[in-house]
């Protein structure tokens, strides 16, 4: 396994792989890997690439008040995982070399980014699209690993590389669970003990907003109505939002028509939390949740 530190360095390895016929699946990430990152890494040994992990900490998705400086990190076990994993090279780009000067280029995804994330973050979704478009263009074509745990994110990249015609497929993969349904995240070690024992909260509302949209038996606003209830009551989490969107556009729905993603994110302590279901989810199935090709299966974005 390579660790490479250039962009230069990285074309021309990739280069040399695709023209002795292999072809490459990219996992981009911040580091602090765990499971849920690993899947992303067995899904594209498994598809049979040549496996880039880039970990890269970009200051230009973070906003000012946010834990760019804090961001939890540890190359050593990263590298020992990828290792494990199968990656032939790991992608370790220092701030200034992906950004030698003041970025002056954005990439904006309208529409998509509006809601959630994009509103509680405002500037989040363009520092994203931006670092993911120097990504994509650093790897050229590639298979693109995300995880559906950020499905808002995996949304607005697959947009993005549909509307630019960048030579990537982005494939999704499932959210990888602890075993009390806590969705793995490199942010969840900023929790207390006490937090991290009520964090499986927000699964538990998102699988009870899911059962109530699959009954049809109640609108949208009821539903954000009870999960926001049950957060409430936790009294370490302050809700940030809980959301009932179309599947496809992820804009927050009136009614119950079409198929429907259920989000959510709740801040404990210093963690800010983000979670996701589709209709489909229960709480038995969170709670056992372990990524499967069968689960995989892909998102139908426009
Ligand atoms: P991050 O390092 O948090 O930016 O995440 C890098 C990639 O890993 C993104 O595509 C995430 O969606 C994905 N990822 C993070 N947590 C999980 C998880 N629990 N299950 C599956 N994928 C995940």
Same mark, same amino acid.
């Given at each position: 396994m390579h660790v490479v530190r250039t962009i230069a360095e990285l074309r021309v390895l990739l280069d040399e792989a695709r023209?002795?016929?292999?072809?490459?699946?990219?996992?981009?990430?911040?580091?602090? $890997?765990? &499971?849920?990152?690993?899947?992303?890494?067995?899904?594209?040994?498994? #598809? %049979?690439? =040549? @496996?880039l992990l880039s970990i890269f900490v970009n200051p230009l998705q973070f906003a000012a008040n946010?834990?760019?400086?804090?961001?939890?990190r540890d190359l050593d076990a990263d590298l020992a995982m990828a290792s494990d994993a199968g990656a032939e090279w790991v992608f370790v780009p220092e701030v200034a070399e992906m950004y030698p000067r003041p970025v002056a280029t954005t990439v904006s995804?309208?529409? $998509?980014? &509006?809601?959630?994330?994009?509103?509680?973050?405002?500037t989040h979704? #363009? %520092?994203? =699209? @931006?670092?993911?478009?120097?990504?994509?263009s650093i790897a050229g074509t590639c298979s693109a690993y995300?995880?559906?745990?950020?499905?808002?994110?995996?949304?607005?990249?697959?947009?993005?590389?549909?509307d630019l015609?960048?030579?990537?497929?982005v494939i999704g993969c499932p959210t990888v669970r602890?075993?009390?349904?806590?969705?793995?995240?490199?942010?969840?070690?900023? $929790?207390?003990?006490?937090?991290?024992?009520?964090?499986?909260?927000?699964?538990r509302a998102l699988c009870r907003g899911a059962e109530l949209v699959r009954g049809r038996s109640t609108d949208p606003a009821t539903v954000r109505h009870e999960m926001a209830a049950m957060i409430d009551a936790e009294p370490l989490g302050a809700l940030d939002y809980v959301e009932i969107a179309d599947a496809e556009t992820l804009e927050p729905v009136d009614t119950l028509d079409g198929p429907v993603r259920i989000f959510g994110a709740v801040r404990f302590g210093r963690a800010r939390l983000i979670d996701n279901v589709g209709e489909d989810m229960t709480i038995e199935r969170a709670l056992?949740?372990?990524?499967?090709?069968?689960?995989?299966?892909p998102m139908r974005l426009a």
């Open positions: 023209h002795s016929g292999r072809t490459i699946g990219f996992v981009p990430t911040m580091g602090y $890997l765990h &499971t849920g990152h690993r899947s992303l890494l067995d899904a594209s040994v498994r #598809d %049979g690439h =040549a @496996t946010e834990d760019l400086g804090a961001y939890p995804v309208h529409g $998509l980014g &509006t809601w959630m994330e994009g509103s509680s973050r405002p979704f #363009d %520092g994203v =699209a @931006t670092v993911v478009t120097k990504l994509f995300f995880g559906e745990k950020d499905y808002q994110q995996l949304a607005i990249i697959r947009r993005m590389a549909t015609s960048m030579p990537v497929n602890e075993p009390d349904g806590l969705a793995k995240s490199s942010r969840n070690v900023y $929790l207390s003990a006490d937090e991290r024992a009520a964090a499986p909260v927000l699964i056992g949740a372990r990524p499967s090709s069968a689960d995989a299966t």
